[in-house]
Protein backbone atom coordinates (compact mmCIF):
# COMPACT_ATOMS: atom_id res chain seq x y z
CA UNK A 1 0.00 0.00 0.00
CA UNK A 2 1.21 3.32 -1.14
CA UNK A 3 1.41 6.11 2.13
CA UNK A 4 0.14 9.48 1.18
CA UNK A 5 0.65 12.28 4.23
CA UNK A 6 -1.52 15.53 3.15
CA UNK A 7 -1.15 18.45 5.28
CA UNK A 8 -3.65 21.17 5.06
CA UNK A 9 -3.41 24.59 6.80
CA UNK A 10 -5.82 26.76 5.17
CA UNK A 11 -8.31 27.09 8.31
CA UNK A 12 -5.62 27.48 10.60
CA UNK A 13 -4.78 30.17 9.16
CA UNK A 14 -7.54 32.50 9.02
CA UNK A 15 -8.00 31.81 12.79
CA UNK A 16 -4.68 33.14 13.27
CA UNK A 17 -4.88 35.92 11.14
CA UNK A 18 -8.05 37.11 12.32
CA UNK A 19 -7.00 36.91 16.10
CA UNK A 20 -4.11 39.38 15.43
CA UNK A 21 -5.39 42.56 14.97
CA UNK A 22 -2.77 45.13 13.94
CA UNK A 23 -0.06 42.35 13.55
CA UNK A 24 1.59 40.42 10.70
CA UNK A 25 0.56 36.83 10.47
CA UNK A 26 3.19 34.60 11.33
CA UNK A 27 4.18 32.11 8.72
CA UNK A 28 2.32 29.07 8.07
CA UNK A 29 5.21 25.96 9.15
CA UNK A 30 5.18 22.27 8.95
CA UNK A 31 7.64 19.32 9.28
CA UNK A 32 7.18 16.60 6.73
CA UNK A 33 9.07 13.17 7.10
CA UNK A 34 10.33 10.92 4.34
CA UNK A 35 8.99 7.57 4.11
CA UNK A 36 12.39 6.22 4.70
CA UNK A 37 15.10 8.51 5.59
CA UNK A 38 18.07 6.80 4.89
CA UNK A 39 17.42 7.39 1.32
CA UNK A 40 17.70 10.26 -0.83
CA UNK A 41 13.84 12.59 -1.16
CA UNK A 42 12.69 14.06 -3.89
CA UNK A 43 10.98 17.81 -3.72
CA UNK A 44 8.48 19.53 -6.19
CA UNK A 45 7.18 23.01 -6.00
CA UNK A 46 4.94 24.69 -8.00
CA UNK A 47 4.26 28.11 -7.42
CA UNK A 48 1.73 30.49 -9.76
CA UNK A 49 2.56 33.88 -7.63
CA UNK A 50 5.08 34.14 -5.39
CA UNK A 51 9.43 32.63 -4.43
CA UNK A 52 10.85 29.32 -3.76
CA UNK A 53 14.02 29.61 -1.23
CA UNK A 54 15.67 26.09 -1.01
CA UNK A 55 18.63 25.28 1.67
CA UNK A 56 19.92 21.74 2.45
CA UNK A 57 20.31 21.57 6.22
CA UNK A 58 21.75 18.09 8.60
CA UNK A 59 18.42 16.76 9.01
CA UNK A 60 15.70 14.21 7.87
CA UNK A 61 12.58 15.86 7.58
CA UNK A 62 11.33 18.69 4.52
CA UNK A 63 10.40 21.99 6.56
CA UNK A 64 8.16 24.21 4.85
CA UNK A 65 7.38 27.60 5.51
CA UNK A 66 4.80 29.28 3.85
CA UNK A 67 4.07 33.89 4.11
CA UNK A 68 1.59 35.90 2.39
CA UNK A 69 2.88 39.41 1.52
CA UNK A 70 1.05 41.88 2.81
CA UNK A 71 -1.37 44.09 0.57
CA UNK A 72 -0.21 47.87 0.18
CA UNK A 73 -3.18 49.93 0.81
CA UNK A 74 -4.34 51.76 -2.59
CA UNK A 75 -5.75 55.33 -2.32
CA UNK A 76 -7.18 57.43 0.34
CA UNK A 77 -9.29 55.77 3.59
CA UNK A 78 -12.66 56.03 3.23
CA UNK A 79 -14.57 58.16 5.70
CA UNK A 80 -16.38 55.00 7.07
CA UNK A 81 -13.29 52.99 8.19
CA UNK A 82 -11.60 56.06 9.85
CA UNK A 83 -10.41 55.12 13.26
CA UNK A 84 -10.95 51.31 12.56
CA UNK A 85 -7.83 48.84 11.96
CA UNK A 86 -6.89 46.53 9.15
CA UNK A 87 -6.70 42.85 9.67
CA UNK A 88 -4.56 40.87 6.95
CA UNK A 89 -6.34 37.41 6.46
CA UNK A 90 -3.10 35.90 4.77
CA UNK A 91 -4.40 32.80 3.98
CA UNK A 92 -1.50 30.78 1.83
CA UNK A 93 -3.20 27.52 1.04
CA UNK A 94 -0.17 25.68 1.54
CA UNK A 95 -0.32 21.76 0.33
CA UNK A 96 2.31 19.35 1.21
CA UNK A 97 1.99 16.03 0.49
CA UNK A 98 4.56 13.38 0.54
CA UNK A 99 4.32 9.73 -0.74
CA UNK A 100 7.17 7.35 -1.11
CA UNK A 101 9.51 10.06 -0.67
CA UNK A 102 8.31 12.63 -2.81
CA UNK A 103 7.25 15.78 -1.37
CA UNK A 104 4.74 18.32 -3.81
CA UNK A 105 4.24 21.49 -2.43
CA UNK A 106 1.93 23.81 -3.13
CA UNK A 107 0.21 26.84 -2.86
CA UNK A 108 -3.91 27.64 -3.22
CA UNK A 109 -4.39 30.40 -5.68
CA UNK A 110 -4.46 33.88 -4.52
CA UNK A 111 -4.35 37.50 -5.21
CA UNK A 112 -1.10 37.97 -3.53
CA UNK A 113 2.50 36.55 -3.64
CA UNK A 114 3.07 33.55 -1.22
CA UNK A 115 7.01 33.20 -0.58
CA UNK A 116 7.57 29.47 0.14
CA UNK A 117 10.96 28.68 2.40
CA UNK A 118 11.95 25.37 2.72
CA UNK A 119 14.62 23.42 4.39
CA UNK A 120 15.61 19.88 2.96
CA UNK A 121 18.15 17.70 3.73
CA UNK A 122 21.54 17.79 1.80
CA UNK A 123 21.05 14.93 -0.34
CA UNK A 124 17.43 15.77 -2.65
CA UNK A 125 16.39 15.84 -5.83
CA UNK A 126 14.13 18.87 -6.42
CA UNK A 127 11.61 20.32 -8.93
CA UNK A 128 10.92 23.96 -8.37
CA UNK A 129 8.60 26.16 -10.85
CA UNK A 130 7.34 29.63 -10.36
CA UNK A 131 5.24 32.10 -13.00
CA UNK A 132 5.23 35.56 -11.43
CA UNK A 133 6.76 37.91 -8.93
CA UNK A 134 9.80 35.91 -6.96
CA UNK A 135 12.96 34.28 -7.48
CA UNK A 136 14.13 31.05 -7.28
CA UNK A 137 17.13 30.25 -5.31
CA UNK A 138 18.70 27.04 -3.56
CA UNK A 139 21.66 26.59 -1.52
CA UNK A 140 23.86 23.50 -0.53
CA UNK A 141 21.66 20.67 -2.04
CA UNK A 142 23.01 17.35 -3.59
CA UNK A 143 21.31 15.95 -6.07
CA UNK A 144 18.95 16.43 -9.59
CA UNK A 145 17.74 20.14 -9.81
CA UNK A 146 15.35 21.35 -11.88
CA UNK A 147 14.82 25.18 -11.66
CA UNK A 148 12.35 26.69 -13.93
CA UNK A 149 11.55 30.77 -13.46
CA UNK A 150 8.87 32.47 -16.28
CA UNK A 151 9.69 36.03 -14.63
CA UNK A 152 12.20 35.94 -11.95
CA UNK A 153 15.66 35.01 -11.62
CA UNK A 154 17.17 31.75 -10.92
CA UNK A 155 20.16 31.44 -7.99
CA UNK A 156 21.51 28.12 -7.30
CA UNK A 157 24.64 28.37 -5.10
CA UNK A 158 27.21 25.50 -4.17
CA UNK A 159 25.09 22.74 -5.63
CA UNK A 160 26.33 19.41 -6.77
CA UNK A 161 25.05 17.01 -9.28
CA UNK A 162 22.81 17.74 -11.95
CA UNK A 163 21.39 21.14 -13.03
CA UNK A 164 18.37 22.23 -15.89
CA UNK A 165 18.17 25.74 -14.68
CA UNK A 166 15.98 27.92 -17.09
CA UNK A 167 14.50 31.73 -16.70
CA UNK A 168 12.48 33.04 -19.08
CA UNK A 169 13.33 36.84 -18.41
CA UNK A 170 15.86 37.26 -15.96
CA UNK A 171 19.32 35.76 -14.65
CA UNK A 172 20.38 32.38 -14.63
CA UNK A 173 23.17 32.17 -11.93
CA UNK A 174 25.24 28.82 -10.66
CA UNK A 175 27.85 27.83 -8.97
CA UNK A 176 28.42 24.04 -9.19
CA UNK A 177 31.01 22.50 -6.95
CA UNK A 178 30.76 18.98 -8.02
CA UNK A 179 28.83 17.04 -11.18
CA UNK A 180 27.30 13.85 -12.05
CA UNK A 181 29.59 12.34 -15.09
CA UNK A 182 28.01 11.89 -17.90
CA UNK A 183 25.02 13.62 -17.05
CA UNK A 184 23.67 16.27 -19.32
CA UNK A 185 22.82 19.73 -18.36
CA UNK A 186 21.14 22.80 -19.23
CA UNK A 187 21.39 26.60 -18.99
CA UNK A 188 19.10 28.74 -20.65
CA UNK A 189 17.47 31.97 -20.64
CA UNK A 190 15.42 34.21 -23.25
CA UNK A 191 16.17 38.00 -22.05
CA UNK A 192 18.56 37.42 -19.34
CA UNK A 193 22.23 36.62 -18.98
CA UNK A 194 23.66 33.06 -17.98
CA UNK A 195 26.33 32.73 -14.74
CA UNK A 196 27.79 29.29 -14.41
CA UNK A 197 30.82 27.94 -12.47
CA UNK A 198 31.84 24.42 -12.90
CA UNK A 199 34.40 22.59 -11.82
CA UNK A 200 38.40 23.07 -12.93
CA UNK A 201 38.37 19.72 -13.42
CA UNK A 202 35.01 19.01 -15.33
CA UNK A 203 35.15 17.20 -18.75
CA UNK A 204 32.09 18.26 -21.07
CA UNK A 205 31.01 19.10 -24.48
CA UNK A 206 29.47 21.76 -24.87
CA UNK A 207 27.04 23.77 -27.18
CA UNK A 208 26.96 27.94 -26.99
CA UNK A 209 24.32 29.71 -28.20
CA UNK A 210 23.77 33.68 -27.85
CA UNK A 211 22.55 36.18 -30.59
CA UNK A 212 23.07 39.30 -29.07
CA UNK A 213 25.33 39.24 -26.44
CA UNK A 214 29.18 37.54 -25.73
CA UNK A 215 30.37 34.41 -24.64
CA UNK A 216 33.20 34.48 -21.87
CA UNK A 217 34.96 31.79 -20.17
CA UNK A 218 38.53 30.93 -18.22
CA UNK A 219 38.23 27.55 -19.34
CA UNK A 220 40.63 26.45 -22.28
CA UNK A 221 37.60 25.55 -24.51
CA UNK A 222 38.58 23.56 -27.79
CA UNK A 223 36.13 25.12 -30.30
CA UNK A 224 34.98 22.63 -33.42
CA UNK A 225 34.72 23.66 -36.42
CA UNK A 226 31.22 23.84 -37.40
CA UNK A 227 29.48 21.12 -39.83
CA UNK A 228 26.70 22.41 -41.57
CA UNK A 229 23.15 19.82 -42.05
CA UNK A 230 22.36 18.95 -45.71
CA UNK A 231 18.71 18.47 -46.76
CA UNK A 232 18.35 17.19 -50.36
CA UNK A 233 14.58 16.02 -51.32
CA UNK A 234 15.43 16.91 -55.22
CA UNK A 235 14.21 13.54 -56.31
CA UNK A 236 11.02 14.01 -54.44
CA UNK A 237 10.36 17.45 -56.26
CA UNK A 238 11.46 19.06 -53.25
CA UNK A 239 14.51 21.84 -52.27
CA UNK A 240 18.45 21.23 -51.74
CA UNK A 241 19.40 23.14 -48.58
CA UNK A 242 22.37 23.68 -46.46
CA UNK A 243 21.84 24.54 -42.85
CA UNK A 244 24.40 25.64 -40.10
CA UNK A 245 23.45 25.37 -36.74
CA UNK A 246 23.41 28.79 -34.45
CA UNK A 247 26.21 29.01 -31.61
CA UNK A 248 29.44 27.11 -31.42
CA UNK A 249 30.54 23.96 -30.04
CA UNK A 250 33.37 22.61 -28.12
CA UNK A 251 35.22 20.75 -25.42
CA UNK A 252 36.27 21.61 -22.03
CA UNK A 253 39.50 18.76 -20.64
CA UNK A 254 39.08 17.00 -23.58
CA UNK A 255 35.17 16.62 -23.66
CA UNK A 256 32.51 14.59 -22.04
CA UNK A 257 28.78 14.84 -21.17
CA UNK A 258 26.78 17.46 -23.24
CA UNK A 259 26.02 21.21 -21.47
CA UNK A 260 23.86 23.40 -23.23
CA UNK A 261 24.51 27.76 -22.38
CA UNK A 262 21.73 29.61 -24.52
CA UNK A 263 20.70 32.86 -24.44
CA UNK A 264 18.89 35.30 -26.91
CA UNK A 265 19.33 38.86 -25.90
CA UNK A 266 21.99 38.15 -22.95
CA UNK A 267 25.37 37.13 -22.19
CA UNK A 268 27.36 34.11 -21.16
CA UNK A 269 29.96 33.52 -19.12
CA UNK A 270 31.90 30.23 -17.90
CA UNK A 271 33.67 30.31 -14.60
CA UNK A 272 36.17 27.60 -13.51
CA UNK A 273 35.40 27.18 -9.93
CA UNK A 274 38.61 26.55 -7.06
CA UNK A 275 40.65 23.24 -7.45
Known amino acids: MKR ?55 GKEVIVEARARSKKSQGKTEEKTEGLKRIEAAATGLSVEEENNIVTIGTGSSDRAIDLTIQVPFITSLTLRCQNDGDIVVEKVVGEI ?11 TNVEGVV ?22 SFSSMNGDIDVTLPAEIKANVKL ?9 DFEIGLTPRKPTLEDDRKGGGKYRIVFDKGVVGTINGGGAEILFKT ?8 KGAK
Open 164 to 185: VAHSLNRKVLVQLSKVTPDKPM
Open 4 to 58: TKTIGIACCVWFSATTLLGQSASPDRVSVPLRDPSSPGTVKVSVVSGGIEVKGYD
Open 146 to 156: EANNLNGAVTL
Open 209 to 217: ETQDGRIES
Open 264 to 271: VTGKIYIR
